[in-house]
């Protein structure tokens, strides 16, 4: 029964082409606007490589200082976590699997004594950094522990970076330059997308051969400084409400001892889905805010293109209340005719959230400059010549044609049960009049 219903429904699309297409283009637009919106949030989200533990991630990268004596003082500062904030309130955690610092940066590389320089991004880390992140390495290995512990200046690079610099990925025993410093490479991985934000970079190097990486500030108690993110990796799930208090408890006893400046975390550490939306360091992200925005959003985007198509709909089955007439009058029921439409309907709309999906994917590659900046308060300044790429897993994965399905069904619904309701809710005398006359 279903497939004859296709048959016929293909069978009115050619006879109604422009109508068909239309409604095609109709549908196209609102799901292509849903599914950005969908890609972009599981490119943020989900385990993409080489972040592939996000859902066992948690995140912490600011902290806000306030005086102990706040009638006397009532002014606050706030900014990047300093090492000493994060070796006194990250690094002796006991539930969290693994903890992790990094520093970021920016500088020009090259080879020895070769004036043609390429200024690229850095990252400074520890060794269980690349124990937390899942990096595949073309060529040679991480630095070791016993690297990192000696502060030796060795690096990791991208691939793109050792084809850049050597002229082929093998570069493990060649030395190269960074910020004018000689650093012996130990491995090449491939490269990351500039989409992955907390891995993104071209060399990653020990942060102990930073001569003053652990200097304290003389001010605000030395809390606020230049940690880039602190990652905790948790064993699982449930232990994130552990590991947040075990946080907690090490702010309670620093503020307890505190004679000058007390500390706050906004509350911090973060999951993924929230710390890609902490912007500020003096405030934290309202999330219900944030989830009952973008429930709006998404609700107009299917809305909107739902009510036009809904009048299309009307109009449609207007002309077709004499066919539905002479079916009821030999026996069809209104819940067989309702289903007959709406799988009619759900082939036009299939048609449209096929349509809506590659419309989606060409908005995002003339778009990938910037579209990641969607949502945020402030623009990221694109380094130059970076590429942002979307790779294929991020664009075909099983989550993203289940969302386009769902979006089909549920635009479906909208635009074609009101107008088949209002239908056949005429009897059958008045429906065969208008097919007669």
């Not at 992140?133 to 630095?143: A, C, I, L, T």
């Not at 004499?322 to 009619?344: C, D, I, P, W, Y």
């Amino acid at each position: 029964m279903i497939r004859q219903y296709f048959k016929q429904a293909w069978q009115l699309i050619r006879q109604n082409r422009l109508f068909s297409a239309i409604y095609v283009a109709g549908t196209a637009l609102g799901i292509s606007m849903v599914m950005v919106m969908a890609i972009l949030d599981y490119v943020k989200t989900a385990g993409i490589y080489p972040e592939t533990t996000r859902s066992r991630l948690m995140y912490a990268k600011s902290i806000s200082v306030e005086p102990v004596d706040t009638v006397r003082f009532k002014y606050f500062n706030s900014g990047s976590l300093s090492y000493k904030a994060a070796r006194l309130l990250f690094m002796p955690l006991q539930t969290p699997e693994r903890v992790s610092v990094m520093m970021q940066g920016a500088d020009f590389a090259s080879l020895p004594n070769d004036d043609n320089l390429t200024r690229i991004q850095s990252r400074y880390v520890d060794a269980d950094y690349w124990k937390i992140f899942d990096f595949r390495f073309v060529s040679g290995k991480p630095f070791s522990d016993a690297d990192f512990a000696s502060g030796l200046q060795v690096a990791v690079v991208s691939e793109s970076l050792a084809k850049n610099l050597f002229g082929r990925a093998e570069a493990v025993g060649q030395y190269m330059e960074y910020g004018f410093k000689p650093y012996r490479i130990a491995g090449v991985v491939k490269d990351v997308s500039y989409v992955m934000a907390e891995t993104y970079s071209q060399i990653w190097m020990p942060y102990t051969c930073i001569n003053d990486y652990d200097r304290e500030d003389s001010e605000r108690e030395g809390m606020i400084g230049g940690v880039g993110r602190v990652y905790l990796l948790a064993h699982s799930e449930s232990d994130f409400e552990s590991i947040r208090k075990e946080v907690d408890e090490n702010v309670r006893k620093f503020n307890a001892q505190a004679t000058e400046w007390k500390i706050d975390l906004l509350g911090q550490p973060d999951i993924q889905s929230v710390v890609i939306h902490r912007f500020w360091s003096n405030i934290g992200p309202d999330m219900k805010k944030i989830s009952i925005q973008n429930f709006l959003v998404l609700f107009l985007l299917l809305l909107v293109p739902a009510l036009n198509l809904s009048g299309m709909n009307s109009t449609r089955m207007e002309k077709r209340l004499g066919e539905m007439g002479v079916r009821k009058a030999f026996g069809a029921s209104r819940a067989k005719l309702t289903n007959q439409v709406l799988t009619e309907n759900l082939l036009l709309t299939g048609l449209g959230g096929l349509a809506g999906l590659l419309l989606s994917y060409l908005i995002l590659l003339f778009t990938r400059d910037w579209i990641l900046d969607i949502g945020k308060q402030f623009t990221d300044a694109l380094p130059e010549g970076t590429p942002v790429d979307f790779s294929i897993s991020m664009l075909f994965n099983i989550n993203i044609f289940l969302i386009v399905l769902l979006v089909c069904l549920v635009m479906n619904i909208l635009s074609a049960l009101i107008p088949v309701w209002r239908s056949l809710r005429k009897n059958i005398v008045d429906s065969l009049y208008i097919k007669y006359n």
